[in-house]
């Protein structure tokens, strides 16, 4: 008896530890994965130069034979600067390009894709440059150079 048990866990142990089969999507693909056999699954990379210098500056660029494209800049003087971009096509077919700044202001986009802030209505501006010119007395973490940045980037979307 034990030895059929012992012969019928080895049994089942190597069927376990078998290879699984992926299916098979309708494209012919293994399923379970991203490849759908579009571009990307084909993709090579046509174009890749990168630099990086003795005083931590550095530069890389790379483009795919599927449209994608990325290029950066940085150093590092008082904290990383980077400044870069990239593009690609999105899977609608639109043309996707963003450029952006990182440095110690934080990370900085710039794309025609990216949503747009409105611009803040008359009265919240109103409310904190009244802030401003009557500061909280007992807040001592207010901070005022951030209020007056936040007042100027408030008024500059007004036109």
């Known amino acids: 008896m034990n030895k059929q048990f012992g012969l019928l866990l080895v049994v089942v142990s190597c069927a376990m530890a078998a290879p699984q089969r992926r299916p098979v999507a309708a494209n012919g693909s293994a399923g379970g994965g991203a490849s ?28 795919t034979s599927n449209g994608i494209r990325a290029a950066e800049s940085g150093s590092v003087p008082e904290g990383t600067l980077a400044n870069g971009e990239f593009s690609y096509t999105a899977p609608e077919g639109d043309k996707i390009a963003l450029a952006y700044v990182a440095d110690q202001g934080g990370f ?20 904190l440059e009244d802030i401003r010119a009557n500061p909280p007395k007992d807040f001592k973490d207010f901070n005022a150079a951030f209020l007056d940045a936040v007042i100027a980037r408030l008024r500059a979307l007004q036109g």
């Open 36 to 63: 759908k056999g579009g571009p990307e699954s084909t993709a090579t990379i046509v174009r890749q130069e990168q630099q990086l210098n003795a005083d931590g500056s550095y530069n890389f660029l790379y483009e």
């Open 108 to 127: 900085q986009p710039q794309g025609a894709h990216l949503p747009v802030e409105p611009p803040a209505p008359e009265h919240v501006i109103k409310s």
